[in-house]
């Protein structure tokens, strides 16, 4: 009998990485502890079980609004998946996935980080994902107060970490991992250098791209996690055998759920042709726009504010458009996609 990650990736089969299942899937305590044992410095020297077990009750899916005033919830208040569609202010923002850790330390009794956990199926939904992790990690510190800490007592804030995993990377950008966090410089020495008074808020963007060939272990395993192409038996096989990650319960489980999506599939398929022809119209119309650009000699800053977009949006386009002048859109679109 499958266990339940088992059960969850046969039910995501086909739709990974649409919301609901994508996040039921990532909850999942052993992908969470795979996770953090490679993004988050405090779990780096435990095992996978250890951290499981450092985690705190369940993780909260889609229960906890990010709007200041409403993410100040114990954990033991929320408990399990909330259905975001059933509340009545339709269209607030929650966080996907929020969860505590208590973990061991040898001078302290323990450390307690507050983490948060989303999907993306888009590199740039418009804005950079690494500046809405800045917003969402200030918010799970600002909630802190009246729950982690009272009036002044500042020292007693948690540390957080809020990890962005953005499936559908560019591939100039491949399978890659970087982490943004506060440090320290100094301007003129002489402040001790304390790091637990500062070190309290960690970004990670984590780009996955299927296909590509560079990236490690984490990504090599997301990206077969999340694959909307693998069947279920081909990406449990490959998550037991090439990644140990458990799919059996040692005394088997009475009930294993099954579902066919094969229409849902087939319905997917002539939505993504649909939409593929669309984005390859705007991209041969932007492609377009930068080679005119190019011609007067602007820069790829210059560029990007003419055609009202971020530089690191245009900057592949940009770059391959000045390698080869005189290509054509189509041309331009092909070298884009190798």
Same mark, same amino acid.
């Given at each position: 009998?499958?266990?339940?990650?088992?059960?969850?990736?046969?039910?995501?089969?086909?739709?990974?990485?649409?919301?609901?299942?994508? /996040?039921?899937?990532?909850?999942?305590?052993? $992908?969470?502890?795979?996770?953090?044992?490679?993004?988050?410095?405090?779990?780096?020297?435990?095992?996978?079980?250890?951290?499981?077990?450092?985690?705190?009750?369940?993780?909260?899916?889609?229960?906890?609004?990010?709007?200041?005033?409403?993410?100040?919830?114990?954990?033991?208040?929320?408990?399990?998946?909330?259905?975001?569609?059933?509340?009545?202010?339709?269209?607030?923002?929650?966080?996907?996935?929020?969860?505590?850790?208590?973990?061991?330390?040898?001078?302290?009794?323990?450390?307690?980080?507050?983490?948060?956990?989303?999907?993306?199926?888009?590199?740039?939904?418009?804005?950079?994902?690494?500046?809405?992790?800045?917003?969402?990690?200030?918010?799970?510190?600002?909630?802190?107060?009246?729950?982690?800490?009272?009036?002044?007592?500042?020292?007693? $804030?948690?540390?957080?970490?809020?990890?962005?995993?953005?499936?559908?990377?560019?591939?100039?950008?491949?399978?890659?991992?970087? $982490?943004?966090? $506060?440090?320290?410089?100094?301007?003129?020495?002489?402040?001790?250098?304390?790091?637990?008074?500062?070190?309290?808020?960690?970004?990670?963007?984590?780009?996955?791209?299927?296909?590509?060939?560079?990236?490690?272990?984490?990504?090599?395993?997301?990206?077969?996690?999340?694959?909307?192409?693998?069947?279920?038996?081909?990406?449990?096989?490959?998550?037991?055998?090439?990644?140990?990650?458990?799919?059996?319960?040692?005394?088997? /489980?009475?009930?294993?759920?099954?579902?066919?999506?094969?229409?849902?599939?087939?319905?997917?398929?002539?939505? /993504?042709?649909?939409?593929?022809?669309?984005?390859?119209?705007?991209?041969?119309?932007?492609?377009?726009?930068?080679?005119?650009?190019?011609?007067?000699?602007?820069?790829?800053?210059?560029?990007?504010?003419?055609?009202?977009?971020?530089?690191?949006?245009?900057?592949?386009?940009?770059?391959?458009?000045?390698?080869?002048?005189?290509?054509?859109?189509?041309?331009?679109?092909?070298?884009? /996609?190798?």
């Amino acid at each position: 009998m499958r266990n339940m990650l088992a059960e969850d990736i046969a039910l995501a089969e086909g739709k990974s990485q649409y919301d609901a299942q994508c /996040k039921k899937v990532l909850s999942n305590r052993t $992908i969470l502890a795979w996770i953090l044992k490679r993004t988050v410095q405090e779990c780096q020297e435990l095992s996978v079980s250890q951290i499981k077990a450092c985690i705190c009750g369940e993780p909260e899916v889609s229960n906890v609004r990010v709007e200041p005033g409403r993410t100040n919830r114990l954990p033991e208040q929320v408990v399990g998946d909330a259905n975001e569609d059933s509340q009545p202010d339709e269209g607030a923002i929650y966080f996907d996935i929020r969860l505590h850790m208590l973990i061991p330390a040898r001078r302290k009794t323990e450390i307690k980080l507050i983490i948060n956990i989303e999907a993306q199926k888009e590199f740039y939904p418009g804005y950079n994902l690494v500046t809405r992790g800045i917003f969402y990690g200030a918010r799970l510190i600002s909630s802190q107060l009246g729950t982690e800490f009272t009036g002044s007592d500042y020292d007693s $804030i948690k540390k957080v970490y809020s990890i962005w995993i953005c499936m559908n990377a560019p591939k100039y950008i491949g399978n890659a991992i970087s $982490i943004y966090s $506060i440090g320290k410089k100094d301007i003129v020495p002489g402040i001790p250098d304390r790091p637990g008074s500062y070190d309290k808020l960690s970004v990670i963007c984590i780009c996955l791209c299927d296909g590509a060939e560079d990236g490690q272990e984490l990504t090599r395993m997301l990206n077969v996690l999340l694959s909307p192409s693998l069947r279920t038996g081909d990406k449990i096989e490959k998550l037991e055998n090439d990644f140990q990650i458990e799919m059996e319960y040692s005394l088997g /489980k009475e009930l294993e759920q099954m579902c066919n999506l094969s229409d849902y599939v087939e319905e997917i398929g002539i939505e /993504k042709g649909i939409e593929k022809g669309r984005d390859e119209g705007k991209n041969l119309n932007l492609i377009e726009l930068i080679q005119k650009k190019c011609r007067r000699n602007k820069s790829l800053e210059e560029t990007a504010a003419d055609l009202e977009e971020e530089p690191q949006a245009i900057e592949a386009i940009y770059r391959i458009v000045q390698k080869y002048p005189h290509a054509s859109c189509e041309e331009i679109l092909m070298k884009l /996609k190798e």
